[in-house]
């Protein structure tokens, strides 16, 4: 075989770096708009090409998604990868955490671009949603591999609910992180990984919740089971897989019945946020109004809303729906986040006044509990496989306790 000439290897170099341009700007608009509500047109305009010139490098939208997704993947991976190599895993996890602040530093800077979240993973068509899920376990399993290959069963259940929450902190990190200014990032890092390795309790703290009595007003008869149909079905297959006619089916109505409840889609989206933010406001009100310690109020909230999570009927809408909003209504759903996790800082920060807490950065320590919850739902099964009261305490460990002592499993 003859050796690339000058003009072939500069042709494979533009040719790479027009790709890889094309899928940085894939991401952005994923992460504006969601997979499905991506466009080549708006692909084309955010690099300066035309739709067809886009289609020379990726045939169809969906090809496009998927590559960007497994760019997102890739990415992962080789923090993962770079994380392993640390002798512990309070090393390892420290690792990747100092990684995914140094990529989201960059990104502030502008030296690198954001990947694309993995919102719509779901919602993608077979066979690339499978391959795709195939790509995401195996994060998930090297995550929790972080932890340790060899380890019991009752080890591996916790080291699960670790991987996850660590995970879910990466992806939540960049909504509220820009409220900070860029040379706090390294201190913010510190923080976090500090509420990680030791948690909120004090030594010796014990593990026993009771949780508050949450209930909803169905004004409109029907309403609520809408609403909890719709949370479901987006959380399990993402804005864009969760079509209108999809939700209708699953109540065995009309899609006429959908708009005599909603005027649009993303109405039913602010509707389904506003009600679990309720929940959540309810829980916090109602375990204060109980009354004792403010880390025995922290552990009530925490097990009720887990526990709501990770019930057959109930759920809270996952933080993923956000991409598919318009961005005023999409801020406006941070801003209610935030006045919740601020609640959350609140009772820490009391709390730790009281000497029922561990001092902690409240704010950062509320932001991750705030991620905590919302994911829950995603380990639904790995909570059905198990006596609930038992995950929901080692879920609720991951921050309360800290995501190293395995005494928890004794708790």
């Not at 391959?131 to 340790?148: D, H, S």
């Amino acid at each position: 075989m003859g050796d690339i000439t000058t003009d072939d290897a500069g042709s494979t170099r533009r040719f790479r770096e027009k790709r890889q341009a094309i899928l940085a700007a894939a991401a952005d608009a994923i992460n504006e708009q969601s997979a499905k509500g991506m466009t080549f047109a708006d692909v084309a305009r955010r690099v300066g090409l035309n739709t067809t010139s886009v289609t020379y490098y990726f045939r169809r939208k969906e090809e496009l998604a998927a590559a960007a997704f497994e760019h997102t993947l890739d990415y992962l991976m080789a923090m993962l990868a770079d994380a392993a190599q640390q002798a512990t895993p309070v090393a390892r996890v420290g690792r990747l955490v100092a990684l995914n602040m140094a990529r989201l530093t960059r990104i502030d800077r502008g030296e690198e671009r954001a990947f694309a979240v993995l919102s719509d993973l779901r919602a993608m068509d077979e066979p690339v949603r499978a391959t795709l899920m195939n790509r995401w376990r195996e994060v998930f399993r090297r995550t929790r591999a972080l932890w340790g290959d060899d380890l019991s069963r009752h080890a591996t259940d916790l080291a699960g609910a670790r991987a996850h929450v660590l995970l879910e902190n990466i992806f939540w990190l960049p909504v509220w992180l820009p409220r900070y200014d860029i040379d706090q990032n390294e201190r913010v890092a510190a923080r976090l990984m500090d509420l990680f390795q030791h948690g909120l309790a004090l030594p010796g703290a014990r593990w026993s919740p009771q949780t508050v009595p949450l209930s909803h007003e169905d004004s409109v008869p029907g309403r609520e089971a809408f609403l909890l149909a719709a949370t479901r079905l987006i959380n399990e297959l993402g804005y864009r897989g969760a079509s209108v006619q999809r939700i209708a089916s699953e109540l065995n109505v009309t899609k006429g019945s959908f708009y005599h409840h909603l005027d649009a889609k993303d109405d039913l989206v602010v509707a389904c946020y506003r009600r679990s933010f309720d929940t959540i406001a309810a829980a916090q009100r109602r375990a204060d109004d109980r009354g004792g310690t403010h880390w025995q109020r922290l552990c009530d909230t925490v097990a009720t809303l887990v526990t709501v999570q990770f019930s057959d009927r109930e759920s809270l809408l996952r933080t993923t729906a956000l991409s598919g909003l318009p961005a005023g209504e999409r801020d406006q759903m941070i801003d209610r986040s935030t006045r919740i996790a601020r609640r959350f800082a609140g009772t820490m920060m009391d709390g730790i006044a009281e000497g029922t807490m561990r001092p902690v950065d409240s704010l950062v320590a509320a932001q991750a509990m705030m991620g905590m919850l919302n994911a829950a739902f995603d380990m639904r099964k790995w909570a059905w496989s198990m006596e609930r009261d038992r995950a929901v305490r080692l879920y609720s460990s991951t921050l309360l306790f800290g995501m190293f002592d395995d005494r928890v499993l004794d708790l």
